[in-house]
């Protein structure tokens, strides 16, 4: 079974891939997109 976490800016669920196998723990947003707005989040 695949690992999921969820998007700190889109709260979306994403899966685990291929390119994160030695970093997965690290990986906190599930696209370059949303790691671009991190700092765009609205309360």
Do not use: A, T
Request: charged share 45%; proline share 2%; with cysteine.
């Amino acid at each position: 079974m695949k690992q999921e976490k969820i998007c700190k800016v889109c709260k979306k669920p994403f899966s685990w891939r291929k390119k994160w196998k030695k970093d997965w723990e690290n990986v906190v947003y599930c696209s370059e997109r949303c790691r671009r707005s991190k700092n765009k989040i609205k309360i």
